[in-house]
């Protein structure tokens, strides 16, 4: 088993979501994590998902996903052929601002985005493993809500999308 | 100035004129009622059978779509209407059959709201369809048809469903049809790579005991010459799945026969004993391979085929060639060496030999008193013309009557290959009829499968399609009661059936039906029901627990094929 980005580019129509995920579903895959977005390419969507798998099932998965007539083209790529971030955010009640908390956040690099009267909240973009470090040291900080997106990923080959379109 | 607009319901009717389409095979209801009302006045321009049942309707349009090789229209109301296609979705899908599917749907502004007879119906066919999409506006009609009419019938083809809420079909628009010829995200027909057929062509030229295993992929593109050339040249004897069955002549001489659960002898055991296998239009279906461990694993597989998802999905090969059979195999046929293959050859025929005394012989010539289901297909080939189409249900008639009829032409091979679905073949059967009523269309069902969907002897009542209904009545869902027997201790659990007097049935259809018990009559009544103009039922009483054999058991590997 290994940790794949399976990245697609695909027309931005009613349903294509539900159609790509029923591939992963069929096989039993689960879905770690899903971000979808605009592309570089003029209404070229593209959707990001993270699954742990094996290498034949992620191949397959690939192929039938580009077999969905409104996906483009689908590629699949270990962690080290993709440079990918996740975005995290901390919500703090006001009460645990203390110095302690503020090396905390230069530590991680991380920042305050948002100051209310009764919390803050914090950011940090990384990797699924540095902000779940973070969150394990704000659970000392009595830290009362905890969010984290989905990877977004750009992969290391530099064929593109666009190339694939113009052929 | 006059109002050049119409409704989009007539827009519905007048895209389907447009794509030149023959027949509808529908069923009305509350959302689709706008669409039946416009159909109303093209009677001239296409015409519509009326099913008894969905489902009916759209095992019909699949009978057409590929006796014709066009795409087969079915038109369904919302709700149960369209959940009543499902099945026929799913078979279409795993059988590559092109059919466009047109369900009613209700208003709009009712979507989500759980409205009388809403269901959420692109949701329902989306694992079962090749494309789906719901309309909403009336200027969507006219392209979401032609896109569907282009998706269904090109690459690997399939149905698809087109859902128009009734405020779409209620309102008006211009008409312009304009044929969709390609689609960006959708590219059906890869390019040849002549790399790969330069390597195909060095393997088979190297090959010692090369072995040709053919699907249906031929048929849909169409290949038929394009096999036989390949096969001519290179001496290569080759096998068919069920669905290739009729690709290629049994009269050829390098036919060697049927792959499979229940194919032939030899083609199976010698599966595991060719250095090269060819594989040309097909999937290596379970059914095909037995266990995929065994199978095959002295042989490098080359694969000829269109859909890159099939390519190394069950059984990994060496050289793939990704493209329409039709287009690399006459170009791997200028790359191989001319050659003869008679030693190997004549290893078929021997194991073929060994068939026939321990199987075919007892099955076409029976001594015992019960009738076979395999005599009755011997009669049928004798009156039957090169280009009668069969068409079977699922079971141990399925099996049989793939196994002795004798497939000369292409597209004479009607059955639910990958689905299996029972009640499948009356209403195909029909559809396959009214797709050439100048060809002979028998129709071979159980006792269990007709029962299914018996209804449609009123479609083809009303119809008058000459359909020849051969019934092979063992009283018994045979093909389960065969593994009850041979895995389950004979334990006939809920397998045997108490039936009514089908005749009877068929005569109140107003059809001309027969029941045969004896040897002595068969082969006249069968002679009466080919030469019969009209359509006609023939219920055969057959021995009650016959087997299928050659079997593969589930699990074993191609070489454990038994004989008994
Ligand atoms: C819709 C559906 N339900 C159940 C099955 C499982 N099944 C496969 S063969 C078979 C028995 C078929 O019996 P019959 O139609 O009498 O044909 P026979 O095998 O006796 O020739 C059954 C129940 C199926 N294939 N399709």
């Known amino acids: ?16 979501l539900n159609r790509v995920t029923l591939i992963f579903t069929r096989r039993g895959v689960n879905i770690d994590a899903l971000t979808a977005s605009e592309s570089k390419e003029d209404g070229v969507h593209r959707i990001t998902i993270e699954v742990t798998t094996t290498e034949d099932q992620v191949i397959q998965i690939v192929k039938q996903t580009e077999k969905i007539i409104d996906v483009i083209k689908s590629f699949y790529y270990l962690d080290e052929e993709v440079v990918y971030q996740e975005i995290a955010l901390y919500k703090i009640p006001i009460s645990s601002l203390d110095p302690g908390l503020e090396k905390v956040i230069r530590q991680y690099n991380a920042r305050i985005i948002s100051a209310e009267k009764e919390f803050v909240v914090i ?32 992969a290391k080959p530099m064929g593109t999308i666009a190339q694939y379109l113009n052929n | 100035m006059k109002d050049s607009r119409i409704r989009g319901a007539e827009i519905v009717i007048k895209s389907l004129v447009a794509e030149n389409s023959e027949y509808i095979f529908g069923y009305p209801g509350g959302a689709i009622m706008p669409v039946y009302d416009a159909l109303y006045d093209y009677a001239d321009q296409i015409k519509h059978v009326l099913t008894r049942h969905e489902q009916g309707a759209i095992h019909a349009a699949q009978g057409y779509a590929r006796v014709s090789g066009r795409v087969g229209v079915c038109i369904a109301t919302s ?20 059919l466009v599917c047109i369900t009613g749907q209700v208003a709009s502004a009712l979507l989500g709201t759980d409205a009388f007879q809403e269901t959420d119906v692109v949701g329902f066919s989306m694992p079962g369809t090749k494309w ?13 048809i032609a896109k569907g009419f282009h998706i269904a019938g090109t690459g690997r083809p399939g149905p698809v469903l087109i859902d128009i809420t009734k405020d779409a079909q209620n309102a008006l628009g211009e008409f312009s049809y304009v044929p969709c010829l390609g689609i960006r995200s959708y590219r059906p027909y890869p390019v040849v790579n002549m790399s790969e057929i330069e390597r195909a062509a060095e393997v088979i030229n190297k090959a010692e005991r090369p072995y040709v295993v053919f699907g249906q992929g031929v048929v849909i593109g169409t290949a038929e010459a394009e096999l036989k050339a390949f096969l001519d040249k290179t001496g290569i004897p080759a096998a068919c799945t069920l669905l290739g069955s009729g690709a290629l002549s049994e009269d050829h001489p390098l036919y060697v026969g049927k792959l499979g659960m229940h194919g032939n002898y030899a083609p199976n055991l010698l599966t595991n004993k060719c250095d090269v296998l060819i594989a040309i239009g097909m999937r290596f279906d379970d059914r095909v391979t037995g266990d995929l461990k065994r199978y095959a694993k002295q042989a490098k597989v080359v694969h000829l085929e269109l859909d890159n998802a099939e390519i190394d999905k069950n059984v990994r090969c060496e050289v793939s060639v990704l493209a329409d059979c039709k287009e690399s195999l006459p170009l791997l046929t200028a ?22 005394s321990a199987v075919v012989s007892l099955d076409l010539s029976p001594t015992k008193i019960g009738l076979t289901m395999g005599e009755v297909i011997r009669y049928i080939n004798e009156f039957k013309n090169d280009n009668a189409v069969l068409v079977t249900d699922v079971g141990q008639h399925q099996m049989i009557a793939w196994r002795y009829f004798k497939y000369k032409q292409t597209r004479t091979q009607i059955t639910s290959g990958g689905l299996g679905t029972m009640g499948f073949s009356l209403p195909a059967a029909l559809g396959a009829q009214l797709a050439d009523v100048n060809r002979q269309v028998v129709c071979v069902v159980g006792d269990g499968g007709i029962q299914m969907t018996i209804q449609e002897l009123g479609t083809i009542m009303q119809t008058k399609a000459p359909v020849k209904v051969v019934l092979l009545n063992n009283d018994f869902l045979g093909m389960v009661r065969q593994w009850q027997q041979l895995f389950f201790d004979k334990r006939y659990s809920f397998t045997e059936l108490d039936n ?18 004896e040897r002595g009559n068969l082969r006249d009544t069968v002679a009466e029901m080919m030469s019969h103009q009209g359509p006609y039922f023939l219920e055969v009483v057959v021995e009650k627990e016959d087997n299928v054999f050659p079997m593969i058991p589930t699990g074993c590997s191609v070489e454990e094929v038994r004989l008994t």
């Open chain 2, 500 to 517: 009514p007097d089908f005749v009877k049935i068929a005569e109140a259809y107003n059809m001309k039906a027969t029941k045969v018990s």
């Open chain 2, 79 to 98: 709700g149960p209407g369209a959940t009543n296609l499902i099945t026929g979705l799913a078979d279409a899908l795993i059988d590559s059959t092109p």
């Open chain 2, 335 to 356: 790359k191989v060496n001319e050659n003869n293959h008679a030693d190997w050859v004549s290893k078929f025929r021997e194991l073929e030999e060994d068939e026939k």
């Open chain 1, 123 to 154: 950011e940090m973009t990384g990797h699924k493993e540095d902000t779940k470090a973070l969150l394990e040291i704000l659970q000392d900080f009595n830290i009362l809500e905890f969010a984290r997106s989905g990877r977004v990923a750009v």
């Open chain 2, 132 to 144: 789906n999409i719901q309309v909403r506006r009336v200027e969507d009609i006219a392209p979401a």
């Open chain 1, 1 to 16: 088993m290994n940790r794949y980005t399976v990245s697609l580019f695909t027309e931005n129509f009613i349903g294509i």
